[in-house]
């Protein structure tokens, strides 16, 4: 099923109260292939968003790049997952992950609005 409007505003606002709104977006695009790309079907659908997944930054030669530290350098962000992606279980696993996430945030009420203060509005003069 292909990603709606609403449920990619209802998962990234979901993201964002979990104060992950700075976290760049990224597509895996692996996932974004369609068997008539070479016959120009360039725009594809995506099926889910997914994370903040820790991904590695690779250097200059394609290797890992590493910290001063001796650690991995990486960074947190949202990746995007295409809807005509070849099928491997990491993959089903994600984008389940991700569908169960994100229904579950379309079932949680949205919180009332505050009451608002009686008398005069702080906006008159």
């Known amino acids: 099923m292909s990603l709606t409007v609403a449920r990619l505003h209802k998962a990234l606002g979901s993201l964002v109260e979990a104060g992950h709104g700075r976290k760049p977006v990224c597509i895996n695009k692996e996932t974004f292939r369609h068997p008539c790309e070479m016959d120009g079907a360039v725009v594809l659908g995506v099926e889910a968003v997914v994370g903040p997944e820790w991904i590695g930054t690779a250097d200059d030669d394609g ?57 005069k509005d702080s906006n008159e003069r």
């Open 63 to 119: 290797g890992q790049k590493m910290n001063a530290d001796g650690s991995e350098s990486g960074r947190h962000v949202v990746i995007l997952i295409g809807s005509d992606s070849p099928t491997s279980p990491e993959l089903d696993r994600m984008v389940e992950k991700a569908w169960q996430r994100f229904e579950k945030a379309l079932q949680t009420p949205t919180p009332a609005a505050a009451p608002q203060p009686q008398g």
